[in-house]
C-alpha cells in the first residue's frame, strides 16, 4: 500500500513533467503545480529515519494574519499533516510537534511563546530526531504586500548537517512553488537555536502576499508545498547521512598517558564512504593534526602535553562522498592531574600572631591543579594543625596558631602525598596587618585600602592587609571592594592586628548579567564618521557596564564591521542577557522586537533616558529585522541623530548618551530600586569627569547639574577632575537619599 501510494505521487510528477506547460507570466506559475521530475531519487533511504515536523504557531499564537484573514498557524498546520502523511507512506518514523490547533501550554498558562517554543525544542530532545524541521511562512513588516520570496532557514553555527538539509529542502521549494527568489540563511531561532540535532526551519512564500494568501486558501496548494518538502527530504537523506563518535579522552584525564583522541566516521549503510579530506578534530574549537584509517573509519589525533587543567571540549566530524557532513561528535572532559609539588609564601602576622601560608599546587607538569581539588594539609612535625581544604586557582590558604613552630608541611588525597618545608623567616613581617572581610566574616581578597587619602594596597593571603605602620586614632580609613565599602577611624581598630568588617552594599542591578553591544557601520563621508562614533559610543558603555559589574562584549573593537551572520554568531557563544545595536544617522528612535516582555519596557527606559539626560527625542517602535527577531534574548536598536562635529562636546554627549543607556538597563534590571541613592553635583566647567569608586566615571556636558543615579548606599569615593586639577571627598549615602553637592 505504501509502495503504491509512493508510485501514485511520482506519476503525478510524470504527467506534469511530460507535458511542459507553456511560458506565463511569473505570477500564473506561482503555486501552479509540481514542475520536476525528481529522477533517481531512492526514496528508501527514508526508512527508519525519525523526522519531527513542527508547525509554527497554533492556539493562541496565530502567526501572520494574511489580508484577507488566513491565519499562518492553519496554513502550517495542513501543510505539516501532508507532510507527515507523505513521510510515514515512505517508511518514516515521522512525528508531529502539534496535530491540530493548540499551542503547546497548558490551558491554565497564560500566553508565554517562549514556553510555547521550549515544549517543541523538549519533544525534539525526546525523540533525538536525524532531522527536525519548523514549518512557517512570511510576512514583510513594513507590510510591502508585492514582497514574497523562499527563505530557508538552518541552525546558524552548524555548516554541516543543518546547512546540508536546508540546501536540499530549498532546491524543491524554489522548484516547485513558482518563487524565483529566495536564499538559504543561518537562522537563530529559538527552535533552531535550542536544537541538538539537524535543524531547518521553513519560510517558503509570504502570506502577507494576497496572491500566496489566495493560493494558501486551497487544500491542493498546502499539499503541494509538502510534496516539495518531502522530495527535499528524500534528497537529503538519498546521499547518506555519516557519522561520528568520540571514545577518547575519557570523561576524566588524570595523567598523560589520557592526553590522546580516538574516535571513529562511518557513513550510512550503502553510502558512497567518507572523504578522508573532510575528517575533522577540534580542541576547544581549534583544529588538531588528525590520522584517518578510511578502511576502518577510525581517527587518531595528540592531545597538547600541557593542556591547562579544567574543562575542554573535543569536537569531530567529516563528510561522505556525497557531500553530506555528520552530526558533529562532541566529548567534554576535565583535566585534573593530581598535586605533585607545593610551593609556599605567606605572611608572619606581628606580635606572635601565627602565620598565614598560602600555598600553590602544581601537578606534574608545573601547572596550577584544577579548582576544587580536594587535599588534607597538616604543619609541623606532629602534624598539630591539620586543614581540610579545596583549591581555588591553584591556591590553597592556611593559617597557624601563635606560637606554632616552622616545619614542614604535608599534603595528601586520594591519589597523592607530598610535602615542603616552610620557612617563616623568609616571610614578610608587616608592623601591623588588618583582616578585610565582609559581613559575615568571609575574607575580601579583592579589596583595597586607602588610609589618609592615599593608597595602601590590596588584600593578599586571605583578606590580610599588611600595613607599615600601625593605625592610628584619627587616620581616616577608606576599604573598597565591588559592591561593598567600609569608612572607620584608626582609634576603631586595636593595633597592631585586627578585623575590619565591610558591610555589602545591595547587589548592584547590573552584576553578573550579560551585555552584547553591536556596533554598527555606517556613513562614511563625514569627518568624524557614524561607524565610529557607534564604536566610541560602545567602548564607553562597556567601560561602564564593567565598571557596574556586568559583564559587556563588543561584536567588533575595530573599523571592520563584521557581517551580520557572524555578529548574531557571537550571540550565541556569548548567551547574553541583553543585545543593543548601537547606531547613528538619519530614522532615529529605539526598536524592539513587538511584545518582547524586557525589550520593550527597556526601549521605552532608555528612550525616557536620553531625553532626560541629552533633550533627545526619540520615538519608540516595534521591528522585525534579523537582529530583533534572531538574538537569543532581548535586543535593541538605537539610532541616535548624526550631529555635527563639535570636538570634545561631541564626544562628551556620546558619553552622556552611554550613561543613559547604562542607567535605563539598572532601572530595567534593579530589584532594590527604593534603596538606590543618587547624587546632584553642581558643575560650571563642561568636560569635567566624576568618578566614583575609581570606577564608573561621569561627564559634565554643559553647564547645569550633572545627576548620577542608581548608587548604591554607603560611604562612597567622589573624584572630580578637571584641567585644573582634582577634588576627592567621601560621601555617605543614606537608602534612597538624594545628595545635592555644591
Given at each position: 500500500?505504501?509502495t503504491l501510494?509512493?508510485?501514485?505521487?511520482?506519476?503525478?510528477f510524470?504527467?506534469?513533467?511530460a507535458?511542459?506547460?507553456?511560458?506565463?507570466?511569473?505570477l500564473d506559475?506561482?503555486?501552479?503545480?509540481?514542475a520536476?521530475?525528481?529522477r533517481?531519487?531512492d526514496?528508501?533511504?527514508?526508512?527508519?529515519?525519525?523526522?519531527l515536523?513542527?508547525?509554527?504557531?497554533g492556539?493562541?499564537?496565530?502567526?501572520t494574519?494574511g489580508?484577507?484573514g488566513?491565519?499562518e498557524?492553519?496554513v502550517?498546520?495542513?501543510v505539516?499533516?501532508?507532510?507527515?502523511?507523505?513521510?510515514?507512506?515512505?517508511?518514516?518514523?515521522?512525528h508531529?510537534?502539534?496535530?491540530?490547533d493548540?499551542?503547546?501550554?497548558?490551558?491554565s498558562?497564560?500566553?508565554n511563546l517562549?514556553?510555547?517554543?521550549?515544549?517543541?525544542v523538549?519533544?525534539?530532545?525526546?525523540?533525538?530526531?536525524?532531522?527536525?524541521?519548523?514549518?512557517?511562512?512570511?510576512?514583510?513588516?513594513?507590510?510591502?504586500?508585492e514582497r514574497?520570496?523562499?527563505e530557508?532557514?538552518?541552525?546558524?553555527?552548524?555548516?554541516?548537517?543543518?546547512?546540508d538539509a536546508?540546501?536540499?529542502?530549498?532546491?524543491h521549494?524554489?522548484?516547485?512553488?513558482?518563487?524565483?527568489?529566495?536564499?538559504?540563511?543561518?537562522?537563530?531561532?529559538?527552535?533552531?537555536?535550542?536544537?541538538?540535532?539537524?535543524?531547518?526551519?521553513?519560510?517558503?512564500?509570504?502570506?502577507s502576499h494576497p496572491p500566496?494568501e489566495k493560493?494558501?486558501?486551497l487544500?491542493?496548494?498546502?499539499r503541494?508545498?509538502?510534496e516539495?518538502?518531502?522530495?527535499g527530504?528524500?534528497e537529503?537523506?538519498?546521499?547518506g547521512?555519516?557519522?561520528a563518535?568520540?571514545?577518547?579522552?575519557?570523561?576524566?584525564?588524570?595523567?598523560?598517558?589520557?592526553?590522546?583522541?580516538?574516535?571513529?566516521?562511518?557513513?550510512?549503510?550503502?553510502?558512497?564512504?567518507i572523504?578522508?579530506?573532510t575528517?575533522?578534530?577540534s580542541?576547544d574549537g581549534?583544529?588538531?593534526?588528525?590520522?584517518?584509517?578510511?578502511?576502518?573509519?577510525?581517527?587518531?589525533?595528540?592531545?597538547?602535553?600541557?593542556?591547562p587543567?579544567?574543562?575542554h571540549?573535543?569536537?569531530?566530524?567529516?563528510?561522505?562522498?556525497g557531500?553530506?557532513?555528520?552530526?558533529?561528535?562532541?566529548?567534554?572532559?576535565h583535566?585534573r592531574?593530581?598535586p605533585?609539588?607545593?610551593?609556599?609564601?605567606?605572611?608572619a602576622?606581628?606580635?606572635?600572631?601565627?602565620?598565614?601560608?598560602?600555598l600553590?599546587?602544581e601537578?606534574?607538569?608545573?601547572?596550577a591543579?584544577?579548582d576544587?581539588?580536594?587535599?588534607?594539609?597538616?604543619?609541623?612535625?606532629?602534624?598539630?594543625?591539620?586543614f581540610?581544604?579545596?583549591t581555588?586557582?591553584g591556591?590553597?590558604?592556611l593559617?597557624?596558631?601563635?606560637?606554632s613552630?616552622?616545619?614542614?608541611?604535608?599534603?595528601?588525597g586520594e591519589?597523592?602525598?607530598?610535602e615542603?618545608?616552610?620557612?617563616?623567616?623568609?616571610f614578610?613581617?608587616?608592623?601591623?596587618?588588618?583582616l578585610?572581610?565582609?559581613?559575615?566574616?568571609?575574607?575580601?581578597e579583592?579589596?583595597?585600602?586607602?588610609?589618609?587619602?592615599?593608597?595602601i594596597?590590596?588584600?593578599?593571603?586571605?583578606?590580610?592587609?599588611?600595613?607599615?605602620?600601625?593605625l592610628?586614632a584619627?587616620?581616616?580609613?577608606?576599604?573598597e571592594?565591588?559592591?561593598s565599602a567600609?569608612?572607620a577611624?584608626?582609634a576603631?581598630?586595636?593595633?597592631?592586628?585586627?578585623?575590619?568588617?565591610?558591610?555589602?552594599?545591595?547587589?548592584?542591578?547590573?552584576?553578573?548579567?550579560?551585555?552584547?553591544?553591536d556596533?554598527?557601520?555606517?556613513?562614511?563621508?563625514?569627518?568624524?564618521?557614524?561607524?565610529?562614533?557607534?564604536l566610541?559610543?560602545?567602548?564607553?558603555l562597556?567601560?561602564?557596564?564593567?565598571?557596574?559589574?556586568a559583564?559587556?562584549?563588543?561584536?567588533?573593537a575595530?573599523?571592520?564591521v563584521p557581517?551580520?551572520?557572524r555578529?548574531l554568531?557571537?550571540a550565541?557563544e556569548v548567551?547574553?542577557?541583553?543585545?543593543?545595536?548601537?547606531?547613528?544617522?538619519?530614522?532615529i528612535?529605539?526598536?524592539?522586537?513587538?511584545?518582547?516582555?524586557?525589550?520593550?519596557p527597556?526601549?521605552?527606559a532608555?528612550?525616557?533616558?536620553?531625553?532626560?539626560?541629552?533633550?533627545?527625542?526619540l520615538?519608540?517602535?516595534?521591528?522585525?529585522d534579523r537582529?530583533?527577531?534572531?538574538?537569543?534574548?532581548?535586543?535593541?536598536?538605537?539610532?541616535?541623530?548624526?550631529?555635527?562635529?563639535e570636538g570634545?562636546?561631541?564626544?562628551g554627549?556620546?558619553?552622556g548618551?552611554?550613561?543613559a543607556v547604562l542607567?535605563?538597563?539598572a532601572?530595567?534590571?534593579d530589584?532594590?530600586?527604593?534603596?538606590?541613592?543618587?547624587?546632584?553635583?553642581?558643575i560650571?566647567?563642561?568636560?569635567?569627569l566624576?568618578?566614583?569608586?575609581?570606577?564608573?566615571?561621569?561627564?559634565?556636558i554643559?553647564?547645569?547639574?550633572?545627576?548620577?543615579?542608581?548608587?548604591?548606599?554607603?560611604?562612597r569615593?567622589?573624584?572630580?577632575e578637571?584641567?585644573?586639577?582634582?577634588e576627592?571627598?567621601?560621601?555617605?549615602?543614606?537608602?534612597g537619599?538624594?545628595?545635592v553637592?555644591?
Open positions: 500500500m505504501k501510494r509512493i508510485l501514485a505521487l511520482l506519476l503525478l510524470f504527467s506534469s513533467c507535458k511542459p506547460p507553456p511560458p506565463e507570466e511569473p506559475r506561482l503555486y501552479r503545480g509540481i520536476e521530475m525528481p533517481d531519487l526514496l528508501s533511504r527514508l526508512a527508519g529515519r525519525t523526522i515536523i513542527d508547525p509554527g504557531h492556539g493562541r499564537f496565530s502567526g494574519v489580508l484577507d488566513l491565519a498557524k492553519d502550517n498546520l495542513g505539516a499533516l501532508y507532510l507527515w502523511g507523505l513521510l510515514r507512506d515512505a517508511g518514516a518514523d515521522a508531529l510537534t502539534r496535530a491540530s493548540r499551542d503547546l501550554l497548558a490551558e498558562e497564560e500566553p517562549e514556553k510555547d517554543l521550549a515544549a517543541r523538549a519533544i525534539a530532545d525526546s525523540l533525538e530526531p536525524d532531522l527536525f524541521l519548523s514549518i512557517h511562512h512570511n510576512a514583510d513588516a513594513d507590510t510591502n504586500r514574497n520570496r523562499v530557508t532557514y538552518h541552525r546558524a553555527g552548524d555548516e554541516g548537517p543543518s546547512l536546508a540546501r536540499a529542502i530549498h532546491a521549494l524554489v522548484r516547485n512553488l513558482g518563487i524565483p527568489e529566495g536564499d538559504v540563511l543561518p537562522g537563530n531561532f529559538y527552535v533552531l537555536r535550542e536544537s541538538r540535532f539537524p535543524a531547518v526551519l521553513g519560510e517558503p512564500s509570504y502570506l500566496v493560493k494558501l486558501l487544500a491542493e496548494k498546502r503541494l508545498e509538502a516539495a518538502y518531502f522530495f527530504i528524500a537529503y537523506f538519498a546521499r547521512v555519516p557519522s563518535v568520540i571514545e577518547e579522552p575519557r570523561e576524566t584525564v588524570r595523567g598523560p598517558s589520557g592526553l590522546r583522541f580516538a574516535g571513529t566516521v562511518v557513513d550510512d549503510e550503502g553510502g558512497s564512504g572523504d578522508p579530506t575528517v575533522r578534530v580542541l581549534k583544529p588538531l593534526r588528525t590520522r584517518f584509517d578510511p578502511s576502518t573509519g577510525r581517527v587518531l589525533a595528540a592531545l597538547p602535553p600541557l593542556l587543567p579544567g574543562e571540549r573535543a569536537g569531530l566530524r567529516a563528510r561522505n562522498l557531500g553530506n557532513e555528520s552530526l558533529e561528535a562532541e566529548r567534554i572532559f583535566v592531574f593530581p605533585a609539588r607545593l610551593l609556599a609564601e605567606g605572611l602576622l606581628p606580635g606572635n600572631g601565627g602565620l598565614v601560608i598560602e600553590r599546587v601537578d606534574e607538569r608545573g601547572l591543579v584544577a576544587g581539588t580536594d587535599l588534607e594539609a597538616t604543619i609541623g612535625p606532629s602534624g598539630n594543625d591539620s581540610r581544604v579545596e581555588l586557582n591556591r590553597v590558604l593559617a597557624t596558631r601563635a606560637g613552630p616552622p616545619g614542614r608541611i604535608q599534603a595528601r591519589d597523592f602525598r607530598i615542603t618545608f616552610v620557612d617563616p623567616a623568609r614578610e613581617r608587616p608592623e601591623a596587618a588588618i578585610l572581610t565582609d559581613e559575615n566574616g568571609r575574607p575580601l579583592d579589596a583595597e585600602l586607602r588610609v589618609n587619602g592615599e593608597w594596597g590590596r588584600a593578599r593571603f586571605g583578606g590580610w592587609m599588611p600595613l607599615p605602620s600601625p592610628a584619627g587616620d581616616r580609613i577608606f576599604v571592594t565591588a559592591g567600609a569608612a577611624d584608626g576603631s581598630l586595636a593595633m597592631p592586628i585586627d578585623t575590619l568588617r565591610v558591610p555589602a552594599f545591595p547587589p548592584p542591578p547590573l552584576r553578573g548579567k550579560r551585555v552584547l553591544l556596533p554598527d557601520g555606517g556613513r562614511a563621508d563625514d569627518p568624524f564618521p557614524s561607524a565610529a562614533r557607534s566610541l559610543l560602545a567602548i564607553y562597556e567601560e561602564m557596564l564593567r565598571d557596574a559589574g559583564e559587556a562584549f563588543l561584536t567588533r575595530g573599523d571592520a557581517s551580520l551572520d555578529r554568531g557571537a550565541r548567551r547574553p542577557d541583553f543585545w543593543i545595536t548601537l547606531s547613528f544617522g538619519d530614522s528612535g529605539v526598536r524592539h522586537f513587538p511584545g518582547s516582555r524586557e525589550g520593550t527597556a526601549a521605552s532608555i528612550a525616557r533616558a536620553l531625553e532626560e539626560r541629552l533633550g533627545a527625542d520615538p519608540v517602535s516595534a521591528g522585525t537582529v530583533l527577531r534572531e538574538t537569543p534574548c532581548p535586543a535593541l536598536r538605537l539610532r541616535l541623530p548624526m550631529e555635527k562635529d570634545r562636546r561631541t564626544r554627549r556620546i558619553r548618551a552611554a550613561h542607567d535605563a538597563l532601572e530595567r534590571f530589584e532594590t530600586p527604593a534603596d538606590r541613592a543618587a547624587l546632584v553635583l553642581r560650571s566647567l563642561p568636560g569635567a566624576v568618578r566614583i569608586d575609581d570606577s564608573c566615571t561621569y561627564q559634565a554643559g553647564g547645569d547639574s550633572l545627576v548620577i543615579r542608581g548608587l548604591s548606599p554607603g560611604p569615593r567622589v573624584r572630580v578637571t584641567p585644573e586639577g582634582f576627592e571627598f567621601i560621601v555617605e549615602l543614606a537608602p537619599e538624594r545628595r553637592l555644591p
